[in-house]
Every structure is written in structure tokens, then in C-alpha cells.
Nanobody, 121 residues
Framework: VQLQASGGGLVQAGGSLILSCASS????????MGWFRRAPGKERDFVAA????????YYADSVKGRFSISRDNAKNTVYLQMNSLKSEDTAIYYC???????????????WGQGTLVTVSS
């Protein structure tokens, strides 16, 4: 399985971006897809996840109310809509896919290459 992430870039604080991640293979209803991020000098942190079949969503407290994760079954693609961006959201964002929901990066099997999001203040 290959994951191709896109959509990163430079945005001013308060702005919005949408990230996309396409899976090369069918995403089964039991799968979970999500996003992690790594800020400069920090560990890879959980951002959001979605259960593919039922659509349950999960968010880190730091992004709740600002970010929204969604999926397109037909395109095997997961999206991360990021609104009200802050400078502390600056990071490399990684999409991921696994067989169960987890807030730990070790809980996922497949990873995309990462896309850089830079929020200027």
C-alpha cells in the first residue's frame, strides 16, 4: 500500500488548508486512516483519524474544532481540512493507514511521505 499526501504549503495565521492522502489500494471498512504531524524538534504527534467504514472521527485536543477529517470511499482518499491555522500548527504532516484506531504512531502500518505545512504569524 502506498499513500500519497498532498496539499501542504505556506499560509498566514488564521487561514485554511486542505490536505489529501490517496491510498494506492482499496481501503477496507475495518481500516483506519489518519494524520500525524512532526513539528521542528518534536516527536510525531497524533492529529486526527477516521474509521473508514462507519466514519467515526477522532482528534487531538489541540486541533479539535479547527480541523476536520473526512474520506471519499470511491477515491480511497482521506482529507484533512485545517481552519484557523496557528503558527504552532507548522509541521510536516503525515498520512497513515492501519487496522485499528490508535493515537500512537506505532499503531499504524503504512505511511505517506509527508507534506510540509508552514503557518506564518
Amino acid at each position: 500500500v502506498q499513500l500519497q499526501a498532498s496539499g501542504g504549503g505556506l499560509v498566514q495565521a488564521g487561514g485554511s488548508l486542505i490536505l489529501s492522502c490517496a491510498s494506492s489500494e482499496r481501503t477496507y471498512s475495518s481500516s483506519v486512516m489518519g494524520w500525524f504531524r512532526r513539528a521542528p524538534g518534536k516527536e510525531r504527534d497524533f492529529v486526527a483519524a477516521i474509521r473508514w467504514g462507519v466514519g467515526n472521527t477522532y482528534y487531538a485536543d489541540s486541533v479539535k474544532g479547527r480541523f476536520s477529517i473526512s474520506r471519499d470511499n470511491a477515491k480511497n482518499t482521506v482529507y484533512l481540512q485545517m481552519n484557523s491555522l496557528k503558527s504552532e500548527d507548522t509541521a510536516i504532516y503525515y498520512c497513515t493507514r492501519g487496522v485499528r484506531y490508535s493515537r500512537e504512531w506505532s499503531g499504524y502500518t503504512y505511511w505517506g511521505q509527508g507534506t510540509l505545512v508552514t503557518v506564518s504569524s
